[in-house]
Each structure stands twice: as structure tokens, then as C-alpha cells.
């Protein structure tokens, strides 16, 4: 059976600093990986995915994944936190393809940007 | 990608009421997903609904309590059944793309 667990239920960086949200998965099978971000009251939003070849991932609004299956982990980074980027963060995998079958959550992470 | 909308946004219902969320997509999908958001949690999911067969459930999740009903490739309900406060939660319906998910809004449903 896959899961994720993710570091830190809440994170608190400085406006400007480097983000890191870590993200460690359990797969039977090479897996699909994804970052979704989920800003209050709203719906989930992808930020960036892992499927197949390079193993640095960019995603939307400046962010970026690194997978790395000796370490089954897929860390998500931003060099510069922006206020705008305050939400909560899910890691996911699947072991069928994302659209396939059902993605298995993280608890997620809560982004804090302190100004 | 897809646009999904659902409907209600949101509701408060009275406990042993039932509640039907549907799920409407803008193109036509194979695969739809029911997912849970309990109050501070992260997502679960509830059961996969293919078109033209019965919806598959994940261990905890039950026909009887969630029945799901898929009539198209571009639609799908989900009913909340016997609702008690323990069911208070966000709904979300997804739908499979190519190597990823499209998740819809929401439902925000509040039981009293």
C-alpha cells in the first residue's frame, strides 16, 4: 500500500527566504507524484507533478520538486517566499498514473509567510 | 485540463438527513473520484466512479452510507445518507486526466 507523510504540520518562513516542504512517499511501484496547494475557502490547485524522466520538476508559480527514489522523498522548494504563497500544501501519490486512480493524500503542510 | 463545478457550495443540514452533491464537468471523463475533507484534515477518498458501472469503495467507506450514482461521462452525485455531525466535512469530486487530477471546489457540509 502507498503513503505520504509530510514534515511539519505547520511551517513559518520570513517573506523573501527559502521554502522547503518536505514530502516522503511509500510505493510498491514507481510512483506518480504530485504537489497540490489549497488556499482558504478554495478548492485544490496543482502545483507541479512527477510522472516519468527528469527528476527536477518545475511547477507553477515558482516552484519546484526534486524526486529522489533512494531517498523516497519528493521535497517541494521555492528560493523566495512570497505573502501570496500562505496555504496549506498537499504531497500525493499514485501508483497508476494520477489519473488513473485515487491519489493518497499527506496531512499537509501549513505555509505560514511571516512579513 | 477541465473546469469542475459542484453543487451545493455549501450546506447545514440536520442529523439523519441525507444530502445529494452533484458534480458536473465541462468535457467528458472517464474516471471520477469522490474525496473527504474532514475540519483540518487532509483528503480521503472515497470511492472511484467509473461510467456505466458501479462506483468502487475504499475500506471504511460503504454504498449504504455514500452512494454514488454516474449516469454519464460528464456527471456524478454523491449522497451523504443518515448524516450525523461526524460527517461535517468538505466533498470534493476530482476527474482523471492525463496523469494528474482536476479537483472541483467543494462542498462544505455542516451537520447539526
Known amino acids: 500500500a502507498q503513503s505520504v507523510t509530510q514534515l511539519g504540520s505547520h511551517v513559518s518562513v520570513s517573506e523573501g527566504a527559502l521554502v522547503l516542504l518536505r514530502c516522503n512517499y511509500s510505493?510498491?511501484?514507481?510512483?506518480?507524484l504530485f504537489w497540490y496547494v489549497q488556499y482558504p475557502n478554495q478548492g485544490l490547485q496543482l502545483l507541479l507533478k512527477?510522472?516519468?524522466?527528469?527528476?527536477l520538476v518545475k511547477g507553477i508559480n515558482g516552484f519546484e520538486a526534486e524526486f529522489k527514489k533512494s531517498e523516497t522523498s519528493f521535497h517541494l522548494t521555492k528560493p523566495s517566499a512570497h505573502m501570496s504563497d500562505a496555504a496549506e500544501y498537499f504531497c500525493?501519490?499514485?501508483?497508476?498514473?494520477?489519473?488513473?486512480?485515487?491519489?493518497?493524500f499527506g496531512k499537509g503542510t501549513h505555509l505560514i509567510i511571516q512579513p | 485540463s477541465a473546469v469542475i463545478s459542484q453543487k451545493p457550495s455549501r450546506d447545514i443540514c440536520q442529523r439523519g438527513t441525507s444530502l445529494t452533491i452533484q458534480c458536473q464537468v465541462d468535457?467528458?471523463?472517464?474516471?471520477m473520484f469522490w474525496y473527504r475533507q474532514q475540519p483540518g484534515q487532509s483528503l480521503t477518498l472515497i470511492a472511484t466512479?467509473?461510467?456505466?458501472?458501479?462506483?468502487?469503495?475504499e475500506s471504511g467507506f460503504v454504498i449504504d452510507k455514500f452512494p454514488i450514482s454516474r449516469p454519464n461521462l460528464t456527471f456524478s452525485t454523491l449522497t451523504v445518507s443518515n448524516m450525523s455531525p461526524e460527517d461535517s466535512s468538505i466533498y470534493l469530486c476530482?476527474?482523471?486526466?492525463?496523469?494528474?487530477?482536476?479537483f472541483g471546489p467543494g462542498t462544505r457540509l455542516t451537520v447539526t
Open positions: 476530482s476527474v482523471g486526466g492525463m496523469d494528474e487530477q482536476y
Open positions: 510505493s510498491s511501484v514507481p510512483p506518480y
Open positions: 512527477y510522472t516519468t524522466g527528469a527528476t
Open positions: 500525493a501519490v499514485s501508483e497508476a498514473g494520477g489519473g488513473a486512480d485515487g491519489l493518497t
Open positions: 468535457s467528458q471523463v472517464t474516471m
Open positions: 466512479a467509473n461510467q456505466g458501472s458501479e462506483a468502487t469503495y
